[in-house]
């Protein structure tokens, strides 16, 4: 009896004359967009057969038969599309990653000299910071990767930065490690290490709490997570081999290489995006009241533990939000990779659109790998945003 009740007042209530004609129009607005949506739809199927374009995913098991000039997992052009795409997604992650933790670098570093006392050096930054924030992010790409990096030497001229590095024209070659028998204590050791330093970081908390004595837990958990899987590394025999660089011919062989296509999109972004991150950070140092700082002086602190300890902690309050933001563009940004090179998951995808025609799936999987990303970077930023808001009494 209830739900007939329930029903029936929601049926007089659709039908008064003050919300009858409202409800209407977004009834109507609704057909129309379901009637849109199945009209495109029964479109691009006769577009589709008219063009024998078969639907669906299992091209993703067809030989992809092309080759994938920067790749972090073994790959042949015999390989099918799927792991083809496999490639550009762990590319795409990768360069998004680095890009990330670059950034927050380079905008932590430019946003706390913007408010430097020194006026050199804010001036600097606050040109940085307008620069770059107005200027194209594909002309920036562009900029590093066809004049900053094709300046530099060729490759029988490297210039060896440390012993067995070299940069040149073909990119950054380093020496790669080579783990041997006995590596897997020492990869177990660095996970105790992260465990011991969680350990630590609550047990200093709690202390500071009782005793208000803290810690210098930056350095204590750098001693932990660097000592105990060198001990362990040392206590095994050093199980580790390492394959240099070496010049043959026209250009290195063996050891590891960051290509210029990588490189360019790498400082790229992370120059780019780091002016946006730097202006958050000045505004989150400027939100925070001047009576925190002149209250820690007056106590004898340090400036820049001041702004270590005191000022930058609370100005994540304002950071962290505008932050996210950034991150999700940055990912974002990274498609741009395909104007320089770099086979990333949309310029894989192209090749792939290119060759049998499935444009449709192929867009359906970057849109929801970006989703994902992104989602994923929005859970993880409000969760820190949370953690850093004011706990009201």
Known sequence: MSTQSDLAGMLSTFFTPRNLLSNLVQLLMVAAAIGGAYYLFLSTQENLAARHIETGFAFLSQEAGFPIGDSLIDYQSSDSYGYALLVGIINTLYTAILCIILATVVGVIVGVAQVSDNLLIAKIAKTYV?????????????????????????????????????????????????????????????LVAIGLTILMVRWAKKRQNLTGRSLPLFWLGTAILTLVPLSVFWMAGGPVSWDYPALKGFNFSGGAVFRPEFLALVIGLALYRGAFIAENVRSGIMAVSKGQNEAAAALGVPPSRIMRGVILPQALRTIIPATTNDYASLVKDSSLAIAIGYPDMVSIGGTMIGQN?????????????????????????????????????
């Open 130 to 190: 307008e620069i770059l924030r107005n200027v194209p992010v594909l002309l920036i790409l562009l900029f590093v990767y066809g004049v900053a990096l094709a300046g530099l030497p060729s490759v029988k001229q490297a210039v060896e930065i440390f012993p067995g590095t070299f940069l040149s024209q073909r990119g950054l070659y380093f020496p790669r490690a080579i783990p041997e028998d006995g590596f897997i204590w020492v990869a177990m050791a660095f």
């Open 357 to 393: 025609g499935q444009a449709i799936e192929v867009i359906g999987i970057w849109m929801l790998v970006y989703l994902s990303i992104n989602l994923v970077i929005s859970v993880l930023m409000n969760v820190a945003n949370k953690k850093f808001q004011l706990v009201e009494r």
